[in-house]
């Protein structure tokens, strides 16, 4: 198994300009996640989708969205980049069964952007 | 809201040495659940320990273990017999439980420094 993998690893964007990070996980998880990391801090939950076709926001939506049309992929969008979302990205995955919240998450190794 | 809060941003130990992490939460929920989670140089983050709310017990993982005070909202990491592989930046998580259980929150992190 592969696990959660993101691509890109690194990009440097643009102020204005928009790009997909993409998320995919092969462990058949129900639970995925999008956080941010700024530097020295802690993980702040962007979204989260409970199933395909279902997402909810996180404590720091603003300025992203996301779709989760299969089990597998869990793409998160950015329109009209600012600096202020200048962040390391993770994705993470978890199983989601009769006790949710006890369920380990799985990250991905995460994502640089940079916009200037 | 949920709240956590990790009081020391660093902490250092001497290799063999015992060290204690803290972690205090806030949270009007009562099934929820607790995560230690580590985050080497890599920023690869790894599952360290997990602790469910309703269980007395203190959860332990080899020289992992954790105090768990649920009437103090506490709950800190103790790491017996340090070693140089356990350098990372360590945070405290909080889940909620059942229809909740996609939110997740962090703390800021403490960063370990083992010292030879």
């Known amino acids: ?10 990009r440097i964007l643009k102020i204005g300009q928009s790009m997909t990070l993409q998320c995919a996980q092969d462990m058949n998880h129900n639970y995925m996640y999008w956080y941010r990391q700024d530097p020295g801090m802690g993980l702040k939950l962007i979204y ?69 | 809201a949920q709240t956590v809060t990790q009081s020391q941003p660093e902490m250092s130990v001497q290799e063999a040495e015992t060290v204690t992490l803290s972690c205090t939460y806030d949270t009007s929920e009562s099934d929820y659940y607790l995560f230690w989670y580590k985050q080497p140089p890599s920023r690869q983050m790894i599952l360290v320990i997990r602790q469910e709310a309703y269980k007395q017990q203190n959860a332990t993982e080899n020289r992992f273990s954790v105090n768990f ?3 103090a909202k506490s709950f800190s990491l103790k790491i017996s017999d340090s070693q140089l592989g356990d350098a990372a930046m360590y945070f405290c998580a909080y889940r909620s439980g059942n229809t909740n259980a996609g939110k997740s929150t962090f703390g800021d992190g403490t960063t370990l420094t083992v010292k030879p």
């Open chain 1, 1 to 10: 198994n592969a696990g959660v993998t993101q691509t890109p690893k690194f």
């Open chain 1, 48 to 116: 989260y989708s409970v199933g395909a076709g279902i997402t909810d926001k996180g404590e720091v939506p603003n300025g992203y969205n996301v779709s989760r049309s299969t089990t597998e992929d869990f793409p998160l969008r950015l329109e009209l980049a600012a600096p202020s979302q200048t962040s390391v990205y993770f994705c993470a995955s978890s199983y989601g069964g009769a006790r949710q919240g006890s369920d380990e998450q799985y990250f991905g190794p995460g994502t640089r952007l940079t916009v200037t």
């Open chain 2, 69 to 71: 005070q649920k009437a």
